[in-house]
C-alpha cells in the first residue's frame, strides 16, 4: 500500500541553524500539507501546498518557514533559522483532492538545542 | 478562530468496555473525520463524515456526524488493547485542505 514516507525519522539542531524536513508523498498525490505536533499537544495546521504554490498558510508559519517541490517527488520543508519552539513533531501529508483523505507520514521529531 | 473541543481528555478503561468520546465546535464544518495516533507515529484515518447525520462504521468503530454538522461522536465496542492511542478529531476548514484538530482524547486499555 503506498504511503508517505519522511526523512530524516529525528533530527537535533543547535537555535539559529537551518533545517530541511523532507517528505516524499504518495505520487498520484496533488495536495501537500505540513503539520506540527509540539509534545503533548494537538496536531497544528502549518501549510497547504498545491499546483506548485502555498494555498494557505497558518500565522506559525512565518517567514522562517519555506517549502518546495524541487523535483516532482519530494516535498520539503525548510526553517531557515530555527528557535527553541520550534521543537516539536512535524507532519507531512498529501491527498488527491482537498477534501479527499489525508495520509500522514510518521513525522520528523526536531529538537532544536 | 476556528477550534474543535474534544472530550474527555483522557480515558482508562478495562478491556471488553464500549468507549465513547465526542467532538464539538462553535463553527461549522462540512467533513468531520476521526484519526488514531500511536506513539512516535503519524495519525492514521479512521472514519470519515461527509453529510451532516451520517452514521458511519469501520470494523468495532461507529461515528456520527451531527445535524448541525458542530459535533460529532466516536464509539468503541468491545475494546481490544490494540485500542489505546490518542484520538483526534479534526474538521476540514475552507477549500485548500486544512485540517483543524481537536486536543485528542487518550485512551488506555487495561487487559
Known amino acids: 500500500e503506498p504511503e508517505v514516507t519522511q526523512t530524516p525519522s529525528h533530527q537535533v539542531t543547535q537555535m539559529g541553524q537551518e533545517v530541511i524536513l523532507r517528505c516524499v508523498p504518495i505520487s498520484n498525490h496533488l495536495y501537500f500539507y505540513w503539520y506540527r505536533q509540539i509534545l503533548g499537544q494537538k496536531v497544528e495546521f502549518l501549510v497547504s501546498?498545491?499546483?506548485?504554490?502555498?494555498?494557505?498558510k497558518s500565522e506559525i508559519f512565518d517567514d522562517q518557514f519555506s517549502v518546495e517541490r524541487p523535483d516532482g517527488s519530494n516535498f520539503t520543508l525548510k526553517i531557515r533559522s530555527t528557535k527553541l519552539e520550534d521543537s516539536a513533531m512535524y507532519f507531512c501529508a498529501s491527498g488527491q483532492g482537498y477534501q479527499e483523505t489525508q495520509y500522514f507520514g510518521p513525522g520528523t521529531r526536531l529538537l532544536v538545542l | 478562530g476556528q477550534q474543535l473541543n474534544q472530550s474527555p481528555q483522557s480515558m482508562f478503561i478495562q478491556e471488553g468496555e464500549d468507549v465513547s468520546m465526542n467532538c464539538t465546535s462553535s463553527?461549522?464544518?462540512?467533513?468531520w473525520l476521526w484519526y488514531k495516533q500511536d506513539p512516535g507515529e503519524g495519525p492514521v484515518l479512521l472514519i470519515a463524515?461527509?453529510?451532516?447525520?451520517e452514521l458511519t462504521s469501520n470494523g468495532r468503530l461507529t461515528a456520527q456526524f451531527g445535524i448541525t454538522r458542530k459535533d460529532s461522536f466516536l464509539n468503541i465496542s468491545a475494546s481490544i488493547p490494540s485500542d489505546v492511542g490518542i484520538y483526534f478529531c479534526a474538521g476540514l476548514a475552507g477549500n485548500t485542505g486544512k485540517l483543524i484538530f481537536g486536543q485528542g482524547t487518550t485512551l488506555q486499555v487495561k487487559p
Open positions: 463553527s461549522i464544518f462540512n467533513t
Open positions: 501546498f498545491y499546483n506548485n504554490e502555498i494555498s494557505e
Open positions: 463524515l461527509y453529510k451532516a447525520g
